[in-house]
Structures are given as structure tokens and as C-alpha cells.
């Protein structure tokens, strides 16, 4: 728990979404300004009704490639850097999507940020369209280690949404898995995204492990206080939002729900 504690200051932390509208790989993207003055936005936002944390993903990069080409790296790289200056005391992390958390961490290296999330760490995992992921944590820590950053964050999801696992697996062990393999926290999350998890499958977690469990989905202002009781914290990106950017009403609402503003 203490490495966690030494990246975000508070307890229980409130990490909101960045969603990036497409990168410049990608036909319909607005191009690299467009997207860097979209993430300030969102991030002033954020910051103005006190949220504790922020993670930058490239979600509307459809389709969504499983690993990360070199021109995604170097956009979010960009991107990620400006946001992590921009930031007063709100930690920056990434994670690129659909599933290379390689590339997350050099992002994060390279532009300072202080975590990744991932979505398939230790669980064998099969996704309609995807097939299985490589799961290789130990590849994740030694990459890690190989770039100096051990100090940025990793927060792992266990069965994660979207996909079906491939062993039979409860949610406690997964989380041990996830604790013995390295992961600084643990995410747990509903079924699809805005789906809140079941309790049951927090209180699972935390038996299973002594790192913190972050709720991954679903927290809302009527479920907020509930939910925060059951876990260490959690990432929020469909409350937050309204037409794919974060809106300041809805923040500030999640956030006077939960008792955090003003």
C-alpha cells in the first residue's frame, strides 16, 4: 500500500478519465493539436473540482489495435506530456489501449507520468474480434525495471470486461495473482463500461491481496460513498462525461456526492 500512498497523497483517490479523440494514425483524427488542447480541457476540469488523478487512453482510436503502433506511441507520448505539465497536483497516468502496457510505460517514462493501467496482467483472457491476449506480467516488471521507472504505478485489471477467461479463476485469486506478479493496485470492474462491479467481487479482491483494489467502472453519484467504502478508490470516466469529454456539471456533482467539494 505505501507505494501507492506515495503517488496519490489522499485516501481513497478519485482518478478520472481522458478520452482522446482519435490520433493523427487514424483517418478521422482532428490531428495532434486538436487532441492535446481536448485532453487540457479535460484535465482543468478535473482539476478545478479537486478529482485526485487522471488517465489519458486513446479510446476512440477505432478499431483498437491490440498493440500499440510507433506513430500511437509517439502522439500519446506528446499528448501525455503536456498534460503531466499542465497538471498542478493532480497525478497523471496512461494506459494504451487495447492491450500494451509496454508501450504504456514508455509513454509514462518518457512523458513523467506516474502510472499505467492494464487490462489483461495475469488472467488468460479471450475477446470476440481480439482472440486471446498475451499475458506475460513478468515481461510488464522486467520492462519496467529495464527503463528505470519503478516508480510509475501499475494498476492491473483482474477479469476484466468484455472478456471471457480461460481458466477457471475466482476473483481473490486473481487478485493474489496480481499482488505476487508485481501490480502496485488491483481494478475491478462491471461487466461493460458504466457498469458498476458487484461488491461481493471487491470484498473477493481484498481478501485476496494487500495492494489496494480500485473500482474500474461504473461509480456514479448515486452509488459514489457505497462503492468508495468497499475499495481504495477509483477510475470514473462515464459519470464524468457528457459527448465523449469530461463536463464539468457532471464532475462536480460526482464529486459533492461523495462528500469531496466543496
Keep these: 500500500m505505501s507505494k501507492f500512498k506515495d503517488v496519490f497523497k489522499r485516501d481513497n483517490p478519485i482518478i478520472g478519465m481522458i478520452h482522446l479523440p482519435p490520433l493523427p494514425d487514424y483517418p478521422d483524427s482532428p490531428g495532434i493539436d486538436a487532441v492535446i488542447k481536448s485532453a487540457l480541457s479535460d484535465l482543468a476540469i478535473l ?3 479537486g478529482v485526485d488523478g487522471a488517465l489519458i487512453e486513446n479510446e476512440y482510436d477505432r478499431p483498437h489495435r491490440v498493440k500499440a503502433a510507433p506513430e500511437t506511441v509517439m502522439a500519446m507520448t506528446e499528448v501525455t506530456k503536456a498534460v503531466v505539465h499542465a497538471a498542478n497536483k493532480t497525478v497523471i497516468g496512461v494506459e494504451i489501449l487495447l492491450n500494451d ?3 504504456s510505460l514508455d509513454v509514462a517514462k518518457e512523458a513523467g507520468a506516474r502510472f499505467i493501467r492494464t487490462d489483461y496482467f495475469v488472467d488468460p483472457m479471450s475477446r470476440p474480434g481480439y482472440g486471446e491476449f498475451e499475458i506475460d506480467p513478468q515481461a510488464v516488471i522486467d520492462h519496467r525495471s529495464n527503463l528505470g521507472a519503478e516508480d510509475v504505478l501499475i494498476m492491473a485489471d ?5 472478456a471471457a477467461m480461460l481458466v477457471d479463476r475466482t476473483i481473490s485469486e486473481s487478485a493474489s495473482l496480481a499482488e505476487q506478479h508485481g501490480a502496485d493496485a488491483v481494478v475491478v470492474s462491471g461487466r461493460e463500461t458504466g457498469d458498476a462491479p458487484v461488491i461481493d467481487d ?5 481478501i485476496g491481496c494487500d495492494i489496494p483494489v480500485i473500482i474500474g467502472s461504473g461509480t456514479d453519484t448515486v452509488n459514489g460513498s457505497k462503492l468508495l467504502s468497499c475499495c481504495d478508490g477509483a477510475i470514473i ?6 459527448n465523449k469529454i469530461v463536463c464539468a456539471k457532471n464532475v462536480r456533482e460526482l464529486m459533492s456526492a461523495i462528500g469531496r467539494y466543496p
Excluded at 483482474?158 to 468484455?162: A, D, E, S
Excluded at 471487491?202 to 481484498?206: C, H
Excluded at 470516466?237 to 457528457?242: P, W
Design 237 to 242: 470516466g462515464t459519470a464524468l462525461m457528457k
Design 47 to 49: 482539476e478545478e473540482f
Design 202 to 206: 471487491l470484498a473477493a479482491a481484498r
Design 158 to 162: 483482474i477479469q476484466v470486461k468484455y
Design 101 to 103: 502496457p509496454i508501450a
